[in-house]
């Protein structure tokens, strides 16, 4: 290509006929070179700072994880210490909530107590006017009963009062209750900070904790990669792209990834890349593996492979 470049600098006129050209239609085989990465590959991180006072000694055996395994575990004893006395402060409020419930109750009996004292004035007070109108009583008496009525009226109203505010105090008790339970939810979660866990059963990378070292928050811990989703990164040629359903560079279509002791394992295309490397005049292309025979190929192996047209 680079004799193609120079001879169209100096003027030449050339013929590109003797440049091989490949039929639609015609079934090609190639090899390519490639290399085996983890489809589904994650850094497992520290969420906070602390000591390590735990690790896990089957991962560190086998590297192997289930998820949820919990891989490194960090100094708790202040988060565990916050986390109690906010459970202690939320068993406060809760008795605190039990508290008013119980005035309430007490204020509503108080109301039927000073409304049934108030029938009963009521009924004195109109056989006083009564009495007062046949000339039995004074009017003096007649004063001091009207003045048991009011009073009466005004304990009745009280005791309304009484009640409204044990209601509004119940309402404080149970937000503070709300904002304590919330606490308690934000200390676990600090808890549950300090512990490493597997987000996905899988195989770790790089995971060489010991215990007594101090770590930052953000610092990785170890990478995890599912070991039954592996691809095949390689790159082919723009001339081969240009033909690519003569030599099965399509997305969709098989292959043979080949190891080192001749073990073949299917794979498929999955990804053609769009954007042509200026100096190679490769493109990137990506094959995903078998499931069943992607677990027993290692990561970074080189590999060759083999396309399969469509027409094979």
């Keep these: 290509m680079f004799k193609c470049h120079f001879a169209f600098a100096l003027g030449i006129t050339m013929t590109f006929s003797s440049v091989p050209t490949y039929a639609q239609d015609t079934a090609r085989t190639i090899g390519l070179a490639g290399t085996v990465v983890a489809k589904q590959k994650t850094a497992l991180s520290y969420t906070t700072r602390g000591c390590i006072t735990g690790v896990s000694k089957s991962a560190l055996s086998t590297g192997r994880i289930s998820a949820g395994d919990i891989l490194v575990e960090l100094d708790n004893r202040a ?23 119980y005035a309430i109750i007490v204020a509503t009996a108080d109301i039927s107590r000073m409304k049934e ?3 009963f004035v009521n009924r004195d007070f109109e056989r006083t006017r009564i009495m007062f ?5 004074n009017e003096t008496t007649l004063d001091g009963a009207e003045r048991k009525k009011l009073d009466a009226t005004f304990a009745v109203q009280r005791a309304d009062e009484a009640l409204a505010r044990a209601v509004s105090a119940k309402s404080r008790a149970i937000n503070a209750l709300e904002i304590a339970e919330l606490d308690v939810s934000a200390r676990e979660l600090d808890l549950d900070a300090l512990l490493v866990r597997a987000p996905f059963e899988g195989i770790l990378l790089n995971f060489e904790p010991r215990i007594g070292d101090c770590v930052n928050q953000g610092s990785v811990a170890a990478e995890i990669y599912d070991p039954n989703h592996k691809s095949v990164e390689t790159y082919v040629f723009v ?28 794979g498929m295309f999955t990804l053609i890349g769009t954007e042509v490397n200026l100096e ?21 192996e080189a590999v060759s492979i083999e396309t399969v047209p469509e027409n094979h």
């Design 117 to 119: 004292e108030q029938d």
């Design 239 to 266: 001339d081969q792209i240009v033909n690519a359903k003569a030599f099965g560079i399509v997305v969709g279509s098989p292959v043979n990834v080949i190891r080192i002791n001749g073990d073949t394992c299917r």
């Design 280 to 300: 190679s005049q490769n493109v990137k292309t990506t094959i995903d593996l078998d499931p069943d025979c992607a677990p027993h190929i290692f990561l970074n």
């Design 133 to 137: 109108q046949r000339g039995l009583v």
């Design 79 to 101: 988060a565990t210490l916050a986390l109690k006395s906010a459970q202690a402060r939320v068993a406060d409020l809760q008795a605190a909530v039990e508290e008013r419930d």
